[in-house]
Structures are given as C-alpha cells and as structure tokens.
Nanobody
Framework: QVQLVESGGGLVQAGDSLRLSCAASEGTFSRYVMGWFRQAPGKEREFVVAISKSGDATYTADSLKGRFTISRDNTKNMVWLQMHNLKPDDTGLYYC???????????????WGQGTQVTVSS
C-alpha cells in the first residue's frame, strides 16, 4: 500500500504560479499512474491531470490545458503539479492519487493523500 503526502499549497494571488509536490512511500512507485484532483468548497472532487507510470504520457482536464502540467521522478518517488496563471476558481484542496489500473486516467484511483490547500485571491 502506497502512502501519499502532498505539500506546496498556500495563499497566492490571481496570475501567480505554484508547484505542488507529492511524495510517495512506495518503493515500486513506477507501478502507479499518478493523478491530481481538487475539490472546491461545496463542490465535488474533480480530476485535474494524470501521468503514466513511466512518465511518457499525460492527460489533462480540458479546462486546465495550457495552465496545469504534471511531472514525476520515479527515482525519487515524487510527482509534481505545476500551475500557472492561477485564478480564484482554482481555489480548493488538491489531492495526489495513485492507481495501478485506471481505465481512463480519471477513475480507478486506489490511494489518496490528505490534500494540500490552494487559495487564490483576486
């Protein structure tokens, strides 16, 4: 079972950039597709972006393409979410998740972190 710990959240202004980190405890980190999700107050959790086990492919929610990117380093058991041109609507709790067999990048995540808060002020 992999444990995930997110970090890097905070309070930023609209237009700023921010990079979130996710550290995984699992030694065989490369067996997991890794994803980022977020949940705004009063809303359901939504998919943000995911990266393949080897890191050679990514899938981003349409509404976030061009602003959010994901990367990973399997030698360090780390995955990152780089966010640019942040907007107040990006405010939420951001979660890192791991999946061994996601069928569609978006569902099938088995392990979740506790989340890191991102707040974007206007």
């Amino acid at each position: 079972q992999v444990q995930l710990v997110e970090s890097g959240g905070g309070l930023v202004q609209a237009g700023d950039s921010l990079r979130l980190s996710c550290a995984a405890s699992e030694g065989t980190f490369s067996r997991y597709v890794m994803g980022w999700f977020r949940q705004a107050p009063g809303k359901e959790r939504e998919f943000v972006v995911a990266i393949s086990k080897s890191g050679d492919a990514t899938y981003t929610a349409d509404s976030l393409k061009g602003r959010f990117t994901i990367s990973r380093d399997n030698t360090k058991n780390m995955v990152w979410l780089q966010m640019h041109n942040l907007k107040p609507d990006d405010t939420g709790l951001y979660y890192c998740a791991a999946s061994e067999r996601t069928p569609d990048w978006v569902t099938g995540y088995d392990y979740w972190g506790q989340g890191t808060q991102v707040t974007v002020s206007s």
